[in-house]
Every structure is written in C-alpha cells, then in structure tokens.
C-alpha cells in the first residue's frame, strides 16, 4: 500500500468515481481505471511536454523560408519545441505526382542539419483536393496518392522532422473535394463535385471498408522511409463524433463520414514504435478552464476526444487507439488576440491573459502536444502582432510556468460558453501529498488537496492525465485509489457553489524513474506492469515467449544510440513456466517481430543468450544451464555485434554462446524484458543493480 497522510480541508462525504465515461450513444466503454489499465506511453511529463507553432495562410511556412531562417526562428523562440511547414503546394489526395525536386528536397536536408532545439518539426499534408474528386474506389488515382505518401516519408526522414501534420479539415468554398462525405452533407451543401459512392450503388459500409483499406496503405507508405513516426491531425474521432451529433445513425450523412473508417486503417498500419495523435482543433474556442476536461458546444475536452474513439472506431483497434493514439490541445493565437471573431470586450488586457490561459491548460490537458494555429500575424518576426500586447512574451510565460511545475494563478470562467468570461484567482487549492516526482508502488495512493479560504465550496476534483478520478464535497479533500500503475499528471480543481472555481499546480507521479518507459510489446493475454523502488525495477509480464518470428512480453526501456550495453541482476523470478524469463535486451523497434538480442535467467532452463538475427526471422539461441536468478546478465552492443555475458557476482564475466551480427539502427531500444510463456498467466521479476550505457 502506498498511501500518503497530510491533511486536507473541506466539508462532505468521500467519493470516489471510477469514471465510466459514457458519451452520449457510446458503443464501447473503458472507464478511467480501464484506460489507466492499459498503461499507455502517454502522457509526458510537464517538462517533456511539446509546444510546436502552425502559421498558415497570410504567413505560411515554406521549407525554403524555414531552411534559410531556422537558425534565428531557434535562436528567438526558445520556448518553442518546433513548428509545422509546407513542402509541397499540392494537396494530398489531388492526381498529381510529387517529385524530390517539387518538394525541394534539398532545402529538407539543410533544416536537418540546423535542427538544435526545433527537436519536433512537422511537414503539412493537406487531406483534400483541387482537381480530382478523392474516390477510394478509384485505384489509378490511390497508386499516386500512395506514392505521393511514401515521397513524403522520405521527405520527413530528409529533413529530420517527427512525422506530417495530416490536416484533415476540409475547406469549403466550393473549391475542395472532400474525401470524408459518403453523400452531401445538409448543413454543408458548397463543395465541389458530388460523392461517388451512393449514386453508385455503394453502401456506406462499403465505402467505409474501401477508406479503411487507403488509410492502411497511405500509412504504411508513409512508413516506409520514416517506420516510427508521429502523425498529428487536425482532427480524428473526436470531430467525427462531434458531427454525429450524439447519434452514430448520422454519421453517414455528416461532415467526416468516412474519416472514421480511413483513421481506423492508418491506426491499423501504425508500427509499435509509431503514434498517431487526434488534434483536437475544436480546443481553438476554449474560454473555460473546465472546456479543456468537460463538455461544451465544441466538443474539444480531453474526455471527448479520449472516449469518443469509442463510438466511431473498431472496437478490436480500441486497445492499439488508448496504447498508441494521443490527444493534442490546440490555442487559436488569432482568437485570443481578437483579430478571429474580434469582440469589443476582448481588450489588450484580457487577450493577453487569455492566450497564457489556454497555452498553459492545453499544455497542461494534452498528453504530448500542444499546437499553436496562427493565421493573421507572423510568430516568428511580429509582423501584424496586435497593438498593446507582447505576443511572446504571453507564450513564453505560459510555457515557462507551465514547465517550472506552478499553479497559472486564474481560471477561466464562462457560465454561458459566450462573451467574456470571469478571470477567476480563488480560493487557492493545492495538493499538499504526494510530493511532486513521487514514485508509486502498486495498490492505494491516496491524493489529499488543501482550499484556502474553505468558504462556499461545492466540491474538489481529482485529475490523472485529464480524466476525472475522483471529486470530495466535504473536508478532508482526498481520495484513494488502487489503480495508478503508470505515470500520471496530476491535479484538483475546486468548485465553489456559485460555479467558479479554480485550479492548483500539477504534480507528477512516476512508475519509473526517467528517461525509463514500460509497455507491452507484441498482445499478451495479459496487461503487463512496471514500478521502480529502492533501486529494484519490479517488472510484471504475460506473453506466450519471446521467440520464433513474433514476441509477447512486458518491457521497460529507454533509447540508446550506436555502441552500448546494459547491465542487470536478476534478484528474483518467478517460476509460472520452466521457460519463464527476464533479464536485458537491445531491441530495433518496439514492433513484436523486431530483431533483438537478450541475456535472460529462465526459472528452470538456466542463462540464456537470445536473438533475432532478421526482422521477422526465426530466433537463435546460446545456453548455461544450471543457472539461476539471482544472477547477473549483460548485453553488449559493438557496431553491429551483439554479446551476451552473465555473472555471478557482477565481477567476473562470462560470455553466453556466440557473439551474433545483427544489423539495427543507430538507434535503438535498450531495456528490461520479461516474459511468462504462458499466455493466460503473468509472472513478476526484480532486477536490481541496472544500468544502461550511453
């Protein structure tokens, strides 16, 4: 048990709620405790979290712009993480064939080689088209699409980006074909062309299976110059759902129809090492602090957005969204600073205090990032910035005192989701236990928050990674809860019973220390788990072997480069197959039929020296048998030669079988594996004295 005792203030009874989320005609539920279960490698950390700029329109990056400016772009805006730029004029699904030379591959390749703290750069892809209607159906026009995409990889790897901004929205005007409509949608009639699909006789069920099938190929295209990549969308699930207005018979006739279906095959061809991230734009409008977890008419609360895959996504990809997919949050620079829909209320005072409130809370919401859209001003030299407000000076103090770990000081407060809203300072709510950057064993965690002053409170609520764990209405605030196994941002929000309330400063609970991560890899039967303490990493696995073509495990990693090792000792095992087994690895990619080579104790087989020589290949083995935990083991990588050591003692070193060439990447994933081989059953080891060199 794991429970921290500080007092708390407040007046009502405990209350905690596992959170079942239904939204509105859900199909399929995970509540919180589900999600939380799953142990997702989201979200980041305060201080790893992202914030990346997207200007478009008036002052649209270009890779030739960005390729002779990045430099200083870097140099002003150190508080930025990086930004999203054009590469090419065409769209994306238009009959057009892309070549190196069109996307200006050598401009790409010299923003790879001025990237220095722009670390998390996008290229745009506009998901529409100017001359042919998109229709799935049409195999001529996908082979050139496909192609397109898999260039386009290539130009993301060219430049060093992180992956594309897939913008999904489709601009109307009577200009842009729509790949999303099944038929004309009655409440957006101006387009161009007419669907193909009903008029000819197809159903919408066929036309979603065929946009499944292109969103498969398009990523997998994309894959193949860039196989872990991150696609960020201006919109997924969250805005199909929104569309259907509550009821999934209207998806058909909606806005993004088939976009659930082309989102499913994309999801479907991600790679384990790949992330594909709901952008969220509906988030642009926030102007209460509670928009960012709760409903309102822009369906852009983290809630929303997180659970509403739910109703338009294949329920066997749910899994692979709540592992692999992210919600991003998105500040709308021109709506803050009232040039978007401008409002005589809306003073230089007010918007500035509005943009730090929605670049700190969509910060503080997502899990990874946070998109800053700019239309009408130039981000990077001030160009057409308001009168009377510092634009960057606003995003810098959001940043700064978002990463530094402190409360903004006011929420947002709008009754109504219209006008101007109140600017609300108290009270102040706090969490007083556990301390920030405290690691979590698994079982009870108790939360406690202090109010300050206690007066007229309504209530206090409990947030992990933006989902609701909990609420109070009575002294003391604080909730207990047993299934907090994973790596957790947390915060309360206080209520008073006029409506207004406020929120305190995130704190972050670990599993693991960093740069450490834990997640299953191939799909055990069972979920996995991993926690950290007194210098022990306790690590939990299902799985039915690490072997053969295809691997099932529990791993904890990290990533390493070029020549290293990795250092353990076994202390314990548990015995729920004779070849149950733990130990180190060097893995290419998190992919289950990646190459590897692992030192491993088994419980009755002795030390073993494993590997995959070929992705997808059969696995080799070298063997000491009569060993057993505790005992220490050690991989060892020189270029592209793989050892295994084991030792008794941590002094005297042995190698196991015969050094194997193995070609990997630079880059790699270095880490602590542990299987049960057995599919039904998990099985616990500890291993102690880690370490993991460069």
């Given at each position: ?266 999801l479907e061809a991600l790679n384990a090492d790949s992330v594909l991230v709901d952008g969220n734009e509906g988030s642009y409008y926030c102007s209460d602090t ?405």
């Amino acid at each position: 048990m794991n429970v921290y005792n500080v007092h708390v203030v407040d007046n009502g009874d405990f209350y905690m709620n596992t959170c079942k989320f239904v939204v509105l005609a859900a199909m399929v539920f995970f509540s919180a405790e589900e999600l939380f279960a799953q142990n997702p490698v989201y979200p980041f950390h305060p201080k790893e979290k992202k914030l990346i700029v997207f200007q478009a329109y008036n002052y649209e990056d270009w890779v030739d712009d960005v390729a002779l400016n990045l430099d200083s772009m870097q140099a002003d805006r150190p508080y930025v993480d990086g930004l999203v730029f054009r590469a090419s004029s065409d769209f994306a699904f238009d009959n057009v064939v892309w070549t190196e030379s069109s996307m200006r591959f050598t401009d790409l390749a010299t923003i790879s080689t001025k990237t220095t703290t722009f670390k998390e750069n996008f290229i745009l892809v506009n998901a529409i088209s100017y001359y042919a209607n998109p229709d799935f159906f049409n195999d001529a026009l996908w082979t050139t699409i496909i192609s397109n995409a898999q260039l386009m990889g290539k130009a993301v790897a060219t430049a060093g980006c992180k992956g594309i901004m897939f913008d999904a929205e489709f601009y109307t005007g009577g200009q842009t074909y729509s790949p999303w409509w099944y038929t004309v949608p009655a409440d957006n009639p101006n387009h161009q062309g007419t669907p193909p699909y009903a008029g000819a006789g197809i159903t919408f069920d066929q036309a979603k299976a065929k946009a499944r099938q292109r969103g498969k190929e398009y990523v997998q295209a994309l894959q193949v110059y860039m196989p872990k990549i991150t696609i960020m969308t201006t919109c997924l699930y969250g805005s199909a759902w929104h569309y259907c207005s509550g009821n999934i018979a209207n998806l058909s006739s909606s806005q993004y129809a088939l976009l659930p279906a082309f989102a499913d095959g994309m999801l479907e061809a991600l790679n384990a090492d790949s992330v594909l991230v709901d952008g969220n734009e509906g988030s642009y409008y926030c102007s209460d602090t509670t928009n960012y977890v709760q409903d309102n008419v822009h369906g852009s609360n983290y809630n929303l957005i997180r659970l509403s895959a739910s109703n338009v996504c294949d329920p066997a990809l749910l899994p692979k969204w709540n592992l692999q997919g992210q919600v991003a949050m998105a500040p709308f620079m021109d709506y803050c600073y009232n040039i978007y829909s401008p409002q005589t209320w809306n003073t230089p005072t007010y918007q500035s205090k509005w943009m730090k409130h929605n670049v700190y809370n969509s910060l503080l919401a997502t899990d990874q990032y946070a998109w800053v859209y700019v239309e009408s001003m130039n981000f990077w030299t001030g160009e057409n910035q308001p009168f009377g407000v510092d634009v960057f000076a606003d995003v810098n103090d959001a940043v700064t005192t978002f990463r530094n770990g402190t409360a903004l000081g006011y929420d947002m407060y709008n009754a109504t989701d219209s006008g101007a809203s109140q600017f609300i300072s108290t009270p102040i709510v706090a969490i007083t236990s556990p301390a920030d950057n405290t690691m979590i064993a698994p079982g009870n965690v108790t939360i406690n928050a202090t109010v300050s002053p206690n007066t007229s409170i309504d209530r206090v609520e409990f947030y992990a990674n933006s989902l609701k764990i909990g609420e109070v209405s009575t002294s003391p605030y604080s909730i207990t809860t047993s299934f907090l196994i994973a790596d957790y941002t947390i915060y309360a929000r206080v209520f008073k019973t006029d409506g207004t309330h406020a929120t305190s400063a995130p704190i972050t609970l670990l599993a693991l220390p960093s740069p450490w991560k834990s997640r299953d890899i191939g799909s055990p039967g069972a979920a996995g788990s991993a926690v950290y303490g007194n210098g022990t990493f306790t690590v939990t696995g299902s799985g039915g072997d690490i072997w053969d073509t295809s691997d099932q495990f529990r791993y904890v990693y990290q990533t390493a480069s070029g020549d290293c090792q990795i250092t353990a000792r076994v202390a314990s095992l548990q015995n729920v197959n004779a070849w149950s087994k733990a130990g180190v690895m060097v893995r290419e990619t998190l992919n289950a039929n990646s190459t590897f080579a692992m030192m491993v104790m088994t419980a009755s087989n002795g030390a073993c020296f494993q590997y995959r020589t070929s992705t997808g290949g059969n696995c080799g083995l070298g063997q000491s048998a009569g060993k057993a935990a505790p005992y220490w083991v050690r991989v060892k990588r020189a270029g592209n030669t793989f050892t295994g050591y084991m030792s008794p003692d941590g002094n005297t070193w042995t190698p196991v079988g015969a050094p194997q060439t193995i070609t990997m990447g630079a880059s790699v994933y270095i880490g602590l594996p542990v299987t049960s081989h057995n599919n039904s059953a998990l099985c616990t080891a500890a291993m102690d004295n880690v370490t993991a060199t460069p």
